[in-house]
């Protein structure tokens, strides 16, 4: 077996463990949640034409085209269904690591201090970790 090695655990056990082992690609993050979680992750991935595109511009705008944020590249690679956040990618594109932060966007220029708000992730297998925890609590909640 590739990868972990058999541990006599239930096969979910021995998939997690292998994520684990494996450094994922944003692709297979977002397969893995959508064939796991099905309708409950409601996130979808942008298309590669889309990653310096509207969701870019949009946040620029929001944040002011001086914010220090700019001095990197920034990718949009995914956009909540359900509500206005979108998965941002801080950095190079091709280097295996990066930054990522979810920003819940406004859609307005004008926007008090602190908006629009973030949560910032260092690697993919972080968002990953966040998008299932986040979906476990909201299955918990009566």
């Known amino acids: 077996m590739s990868g972990a090695e058999y541990t006599g655990l239930c096969p979910s056990h021995t998939i997690i463990s292998e994520l684990q082992v494996k450094r994922m690609t944003e692709e297979e993050v977002f397969s893995y949640l959508k064939m ?10 942008l298309l590669l034409s889309e990653a310096t595109g509207y969701f870019v511009r949009e946040l ?5 085209n001086d ?11 995914a956009n909540n269904e359900t509500n206005d956040e979108v998965l ?17 966007l406004t859609y307005s220029a004008e926007n008090p ?20 925890a986040k979906i476990l609590i909201k299955t918990l909640k009566p």
Do not use: Q, S
């Open 36 to 45: 796991k979680y099905e309708t409950r992750f409601t996130w979808r991935m």
């Open 60 to 64: 620029k705008k929001e944040l002011g």
């Open 67 to 77: 914010h220090e944020l700019f001095k990197n590249n920034i990718y949009a690679i």
């Open 88 to 104: 941002y990618l801080i950095g190079d594109m091709h280097d295996g690591g990066g930054i990522y932060r979810i920003y819940h």
């Open 113 to 132: 201090p602190g908006y629009p708000r973030y949560m910032e992730f260092k690697g993919i297998e972080a968002v990953r970790d966040f998008f299932e």
